[in-house]
């Protein structure tokens, strides 16, 4: 029987997940006929990094469902007023999501405030996006609301999951930030240039830009991908948790009975005007770090498409290196993030 199953914390942390997964199956608009819908968990964990260290952005979920529509009405028409496009997209694609970020210092052990370093803090958010695309063009926009807090579990998750792998029980979640609801929008805007095309590989690059706005992060950055592969479609490299420059869909076009495979490297910069998970919390006093005001993200890894099956499978794997955040930081993080993901 896997360890720490009849502790509450098992049972807190896991009731609100599968509560709040429900709401990942409630498509918002229907789909359009014979167009794909998506399911995709991204993993996101300092541990899959070779370099990796228990620290800082230390782990972050995300569970989504992801469908195509070409046509829409009502009130999902929104955004086409932040739209900076000239004409109506050729097709859209909607996604809702869930998700939980956890934040420690490097010195999680000690119960005593550790002001020199990042805050404790958990973050639990819901998303909709919609990411709109044109001929070498794709643009998003996303609306996220979540709280920050003890609400957000944090301290439950992590001490179960140290439990589960016998890892030392972190000490100071008595010092975390305080709950605070958030309001997070992003936008961003992507472009594909094409390298070149040979039968069995291809390559491009994908320059982008983007902002967030809400009392989460705001912060706007600029980026650029190159991606070599054999099936390079129009749709930015997989999703990464926030913060940071990426799409707002998790979904990857898959060729039927076809193994597709591209690799990628990216480099991306921002400047940050606010960050409640160094800052503290926004109308209290709380824990709080002095942020650095420019931070860059580079980034490398995979993305494998397995189309031959009656319910086609897409993997991704990539290691950010992620350049220091604060001032009092000792060295930059890095951590991996995993995707997996299902068409039907």
């Not at 989504?64 to 496009?85: C, E, M, R, T």
């Not at 240039?193 to 009392?215: A, H, M, V, Y």
């Not at 109308?283 to 420019?294: A, E, G, I, L, N």
Request: proline share 7%; hydrophobic share 35%.
């Amino acid at each position: 029987m896997m360890p720490g199953r009849s502790t509450p914390e098992y049972y807190l942390y896991y009731s609100v997940m599968i509560c709040i997964s429900p709401g990942v199956v409630a498509n918002p608009v229907q789909s359009d006929q014979n167009r794909p819908q998506y399911y995709s968990v991204i993993a996101e964990n300092d541990i899959y990094a070779p370099d990796g260290q228990d620290r800082h952005y230390t782990n972050g979920i995300r569970i989504a469902h992801s469908l195509q529509q070409k046509n829409v009405d009502g009130w999902f028409i929104w955004p086409d007023y932040f739209s900076l496009f000239d004409s109506n997209p050729q097709s859209r694609q909607f996604e809702i999501a869930f998700g939980q970020n956890i934040y420690t210092p490097e010195y999680f052990l000690t119960s005593n405030p550790v002001p020199e370093d990042r805050p404790y803090a958990g973050w639990i958010y819901g998303e909709l996006s919609v990411s709109s695309h044109q001929p070498g063009m794709i643009e998003d926009i996303a609306v996220n609301l979540g709280i920050v807090g003890p609400v957000a579990l944090a301290e439950q998750g992590q001490k179960l999951i140290h439990k589960l792998v016998d890892d030392p029980k972190p000490g100071g979640w008595d010092n975390q930030l305080h709950n605070e609801p958030t309001l997070l929008i992003r936008y961003s805007r992507s472009w594909f240039l094409t390298l070149f095309e040979l039968d069995s590989l291809k390559s491009d690059l994908i320059p982008r830009t983007g902002f967030n706005l809400g009392n989460a992060f705001t912060d706007a950055g600029i980026g650029t991908v190159f991606r070599i592969g054999n099936y390079l479609p129009e749709q930015d490299v997989p999703l990464r948790i926030q913060p940071g420059l990426s799409g707002s869909n998790s979904y990857i076009p898959i060729r039927k009975q076809e193994f597709d495979w591209m690799w990628f490297a990216e480099i991306q910069g921002r400047a940050v005007a606010q960050n409640i998970f160094l800052d503290g919390n926004t109308f209290v006093d709380s824990m709080s770090v002095k942020k650095r005001p420019f931070v860059h993200d580079l980034a490398t890894g995979v993305v494998l498409g397995f189309g031959q099956s009656s319910l086609p499978v897409y993997f991704s794997f990539n290691v950010v290196w992620r350049g220091r955040e604060f001032e009092l930081q000792q060295d930059k993080d890095s951590f991996g993030s995993i995707m997996i993901g299902i068409q039907y």
